[in-house]
């Protein structure tokens, strides 16, 4: 029997909240009849394609959608007059019913889906007619947090790249879901564990790792593609972790951190770096120009009580660039020094042309941060060139948590949580979806508990608090807020914009809707039956635009799961 960790920050400490029962699809779906397993007949997909992922209407090559991360897709197809009769074209049912965050890649008509348990389906992208599917078998022993959610594949040539629930980086076939190879990416029994999608580039499959609320040291990975050897290998928590001694955060605020007693501690104890947590939950992006990656860093363990971890603890909520070919580190900016609230860097980076300060356009990078703000960064050497307007309320900001507990907004779930942002360049405009989840903080010092659950306290959502979410649209150039969408209960998922002038976006009451980019007027919904937390996708398949999404809910806010992959055209 598996033994698997407690279901997440949600069961561990009272966050959930419980939805009331929200109607089912509200058409009748005629889906043609899913035939025995086969195979699929995938192009291969090269470099170049890659490359020029960007460029394509027909595919979704990668998990958002480029390696800039833009999640803008090209098809205008579905726009903001006729997306009002966007209707389901076919429904997929999983055989996992649990959160569902699979950001769905589509390669010349067929299509790769993920659920929890690091299952694959290969689907036809026009019916939904399973192809193949993989169904993984768990090691002995899986430990991880916030749900056993996986995020997507990656496809290069004729193979799909898994990352797994019990830290395995498998390599199948595309045409039939065969394991080519697999490789052991760490030790799960320790707290490791894989929920994000792989990222290929270059012949290499590069891969972070979960668990940064069990001890492990971090690490981002290059494997090569064809054999599944390592590569190369960066440490997201260096052998020094100490850092400026910063006092303040990103946007100048003091985090009331004591200095004194922090710099005994290390001289008693020594640097934590082998414990210090640093997961990385989501994608890096690729600067193919200066073949540079980029990606956020999570937390430090213990999550609440720095009094074991003194220093910066570096490179924790962290935006961090590499070499592409030889991993080593190129530059950073740390967002929150010695972090003891949990809101750590977790949604994907991505590039983007920004004005800098004195209005000249360079190469940019945005973080859409826990905190409520959208980061903007010069890429050349990470440093900051502003942050957005605040997106969510935000109250005692840095109260140190107590025994008793401390109030105090964002709280640990975020600001935007993971879920990826979407950028129109026409519009100098990025998107984000937000939670707003008032808690307290309480910390509770332990010791290290080898590779179990080390919160080093709790965050708990306050019942007599209203939660609530949003969907926001920021102009990056000047950090103003152009638009704002009120949800009834916090975002966590991922949106999707598109040359048709849409935002598309879904919510934990089953909602799924379309938005004019501009303004933020609603132009068309769908009630789901479970919630919509997954990335969406668009694609076209025989003259058709598609947009696709999961509906399976989520665990870490415990919205209602579900197992459908839905497909939406126009007719």
Known sequence: MNRLSIGGYAALFGLAFFLPATAYAQQEVKQDSVGPVGTANVTPVTQAML?????????????????????????????????????????????????????????????????????????DAKTGRELWHYNHKMGPITTYCCGPNNRGVQVLNDMVYLATLDAKLIALSAKTGDVVWKTDIADPEMGYSETMAPTVVKDKVLIGTNGGEYGIRGFVRAYDAKTGKQVWSFNTIPDSTVGVWATKDATGRDMHRDIAAEKDALAKN????????????????????????????????????????????????????????????????????????????????????????????????LHAGKTGHIYVHDRKDCSLIRFSEAMVPQENMWVLPTKDGARMLPGANGGVEWSPIATDPSQSLAYAINLHQPMTYRVESSPYPNGKLWLGGAFTAIPSEKQSGNITAVNYD??????????????????????????FTGEGNGKFAAYNSADGKELWSFRAGAGVNAPPSSYMVGGKQYIVVGAGGNTQVNFKRGNNIIAFTLD
């Open 270 to 365: 020594g640097d934590p770096f082998a414990k210090l947590g640093g997961g990385v939950w989501q994608n890096p992006a690729v600067d193919l120009a200066s073949n540079r990656i980029y990606f956020v860093v999570g937390n430090p363990s213990p999550d609440l009580d720095g009094s074991t971890r003194p220093g910066d603890n570096l490179y924790t909520d962290s935006l961090v660039a590499l070499d592409l070919d030889t991993g080593k580190y190129v530059c950073h900016f740390q967002y929150i020094a010695h972090d003891v609230w949990d809101l750590d860097a977790v949604s994907p980076p991505v590039l983007v042309d920004v004005k800098d300060k004195s209005g000249k356009t360079v190469p940019g990078v």
């Open 478 to 503: 000047t950090g103003k807020i152009k638009w704002q969408v009120k949800t009834p209960e916090p975002m966590i998922g991922g949106i999707l914009a598109t040359a048709g002038g849409l935002v």
């Open 51 to 123: 490359n020029a992922a960007d460029k394509s209407a027909t595919n979704f090559l990668l998990t958002n959608g480029n390696y800039a991360q833009t999640r803008f897709h090209l098809a205008k197809q579905i726009n903001q007059k006729n997306v009002k009769n966007l209707h389901v074209a076919w429904i997929y049912q999983t055989d996992v019913k649990e959160s569902l965050e699979t950001s769905p890649i589509v390669v010349d008509g067929v299509m790769f889906v993920t659920t929890s348990y690091s299952h694959v389906y290969a689907l």
